[in-house]
C-alpha cells in the first residue's frame, strides 16, 4: 500500500511527528508488526522449513488489516 493511495482516516500515522515534519510508521505497519512478533514467537512456526519469510509476512499484514477494519467499526 503506497502512501499515495492511502486512507489517512482508516490507516493513520502511528507516531506522527509533526514538528519535524515527517510521517513515521503507519498504523498498519505498526500492527503487522506487532503480529508478526507474535507469529515469529511460536515455537512452531521456527520449526517448520516449509514456512517461509513470505508466509509470514502475509500472515502479519492480513492480521493488521484486520485490525485496523476492526478499529474501523
Known amino acids: 500500500m503506497s502512501k499515495q ?3 489517512y482516516e482508516k490507516n493513520p ?3 506522527p511527528d509533526d514538528a519535524a515534519g ?3 510508521m503507519t498504523l ?3 500492527f503487522a ?3 508478526m ?3 515469529l514467537g511460536y515455537e512452531g512456526v521456527r520449526t517448520r522449513p516449509e ?3 513470505d508466509d509470514v509476512t502475509k500472515a ?3 492480521i493488521a488489516d484486520a485490525m485496523l477494519e476492526e478499529r474501523a467499526k
Do not use: K
Open 5 to 7: 493511495n492511502r486512507d
Open 22 to 24: 515527517t510521517p513515521g
Open 60 to 62: 502479519a499484514y492480513e
Open 28 to 30: 498498519r505497519d505498526y
Open 13 to 15: 500515522d502511528a507516531f
Open 51 to 53: 514456512i517461509n519469510a
Open 33 to 35: 508488526e506487532g503480529a
Open 37 to 39: 512478533q507474535a507469529i
